[in-house]
């Protein structure tokens, strides 16, 4: 019989709520204290004291081979009289959960070495299922685990579900698989719905019967068949338009059309291009007309641009592109250019080249030198003697005598002559006087013989010409003043024609002349005696002229100079 001490055998309440701290009873043992534990269950209880057998409070008591051994372990907890008890034993293990008196009902018992545990055991309501140790609604609805027949829905519920049954369709509607309501095409499945003269339309929830409508070629019934409408043939594809025309649809038919520029090839039965430069001459462009594919182009000719109207041509200003060397001039379509005075064109009609006036000239530009310059030309004139005249082509003699810029002595007379002067002395012979600064006149005659033979008077002149004078050239007049009727001279040259360059002409019987009539290498002076004898009232006088003729070269002979 068991010790009444002895908790063997015995059924023990768990005091909490613990796995690990137990009291075990063994008889015929001496107790010894072996160590002080913590027991911690989520709740802290100190002390807690485990005594064993005096023979197994060493750690090697479980490497022992021995039989059964058993000790007690146990536990004081403060200000409480409660003990658990737990049963150790090394060898064999005793499976305490084949006892069913190892835990309470509502615990599930699980074997440790040595001993058991007793845990509570997580039961769920109908309906809901255990996740992560929480008791978690079954959605059945959504698992289709529920019992709904066809004419209800499912709605899920906490721990269940209930079925509702689904809304019943109106007439003309079925129901489908997924309980919704669809409408009925009443013309479709009905066998003839209407009689032959109508046309069945479906409705929503029903159909109507409408009377059916005759349509003529191109057009075709609306869908409620109430109206013709057109038929469009060209969004339809039902035309009969060839390769590269257009349809246009028109009210119950179409019409075939070629693209614009293209016209239609009956024989080809195609469009074909129009050439309307051709078709059209003159009309389209202002000046050159080129075809292109289903249209045309319009140009222009050289010296034109194009408008931009595209038809009509416009003057381009070349001489905005300074094209020429120095004057340019827009004409239409083109352009001039042309050289300022002194320059001339060159065979390129662009660029100017000087004219060299002086040697191209055909007459005399300058009466004694030409000198070119760029564009132009100068006249020059000997370095002495001349000055340059205000038409700047000829030479003007500089009148030494009266500028003062001779070297004539005071008895002298300065003569000017072209390109110089003379210093002239005027000394009358014996006999006479000097009546003026050209005249001496005979003083007394002795006898009559020499009364006619010596000159009445004699009269100084000077004449001056140039080289180049033209022979014969008269030279001097002379004859009475005033000349009565019965007069009649004789004139002769007595002195100074050695060379023969001069010769006397009577013009009429009271007038002679004196002419050149040999050309003359200038520069030269001659002083020539010239006697006229007048013959009046049967008695001759004598008059005597001295004329100085002095012959320059004269810058009459061009000289050109570049």
């Not at 499912?154 to 698989?177: H, I, L």
């Not at 140009?299 to 070349?318: A, H, Q």
């Not at 002409?505 to 002349?513: E, Q, V």
């Amino acid at each position: 019989m068991a010790d009444e001490h002895s908790c063997e055998g015995k059924e023990l309440k768990l005091s909490y709520n613990t796995e690990n701290s137990f009291l075990h009873h063994t008889r015929g043992s001496k107790w010894k204290f072996c160590a002080i534990i913590e027991l911690n269950n989520g709740l802290q209880f100190k002390p807690s004291f485990l005594f064993l057998p005096e023979e197994f409070c060493s750690r090697e008591f479980l490497g022992k081979t021995s039989s059964t051994v058993h000790f007690s372990l146990f536990t004081l907890f403060p200000n409480t009289d409660t003990i658990v008890f737990y049963s150790f034993s090394k060898h064999p293990d005793i499976n305490e959960c084949l006892s069913t008196r190892a835990c309470q009902l509502n615990e599930r018992c699980v074997n440790t070495a040595g001993s058991y545990v007793c845990q509570r055991l997580i039961t769920c309501p109908p309906g809901h299922q255990i996740k992560n140790d929480i008791c978690e609604d079954i959605n059945e609805c959504e698992q289709q685990s529920h019992n709904c027949g066809p004419g209800f829905e499912c709605v899920n519920t906490v721990g269940s579900f209930r079925c509702n049954p689904k809304p019943q369709c109106p007439v003309g509607f079925n129901q489908e698989a997924q309980g919704n309501c669809m409408d009925i095409d009443e013309c479709g499945t009905l066998a003839q719905p209407c009689s032959l003269a109508f046309n069945c339309i479906n409705t929503v929830g029903s159909y109507m019967c409408q009377r059916k409508i005759i349509c003529s070629r191109g057009y075709h019934a609306s869908p409620e068949g109430s109206r013709c409408i057109d038929v469009d043939e060209c969004q339809s594809s039902l035309h009969r338009c060839g390769e590269g025309q257009l349809c246009h649809n028109l009210p119950g038919s179409y019409r075939c059309e070629c693209q614009t520029g293209y016209q239609y090839d009956s024989f080809r039965r195609m469009c074909v291009d129009v050439n309307e430069c051709w078709r059209y001459p003159g009309r389209l462009c202002a000046q050159t007309c080129e075809n292109t594919p289903g249209s045309y182009e319009c140009s222009c000719t050289s010296g034109f641009r194009l408008s931009s109207d595209g038809k009509n041509c416009e003057d381009v200003n070349e001489c905005l592109a300074s094209p020429c060397s120095q004057e340019c001039a827009n004409i239409y379509g083109s352009y001039q250019c042309y050289c300022r005075q002194g320059y001339y064109l060159r065979e390129d009609g662009h660029t100017c080249e000087d004219i060299d006036e002086c040697s191209q000239s055909i007459g005399h530009l300058c009466t004694y030198k030409c000198v070119n310059v760029p564009g132009s030309y100068q006249c020059a004139c000997p370095e002495y003697g001349y000055t340059m005249s205000p038409n700047g082509r000829s030479c003007r003699d500089i009148d030494e005598c009266m500028t003062g810029a001779h070297n004539c002595s005071l008895a002298e007379t300065c003569y000017n002559i072209q390109g110089g002067y003379r210093c002239l002395s005027l000394n009358c012979p014996p006999n006479y006087r000097k009546v003026s600064d050209t005249r001496c006149e005979r003083i007394s005659c002795p006898n009559y013989l020499e009364c006619q033979n010596s000159p009445l008077r004699i009269t100084y002149y000077y004449l001056s010409f140039q080289s180049n004078i033209v022979i014969p050239a008269q030279i001097f007049r002379i004859g009475p003043s005033p000349a009565y009727s019965g007069d009649n001279v004789i004139v002769s040259i007595t002195q100074g024609n050695e060379e023969n360059y001069f010769s006397t002409r009577k013009l009429n019987a009271y007038t002679g002349a004196v002419y050149l009539h040999r050309q003359v290498e200038g520069p030269r002076d001659f002083l020539i005696n010239v006697e006229m004898k007048l013959w009046r009232q049967g008695t001759f006088t004598t008059f005597q002229a001295r004329i100085y003729v002095f012959i320059t070269q004269l810058p009459e002979n061009p000289v050109m100079s570049n």
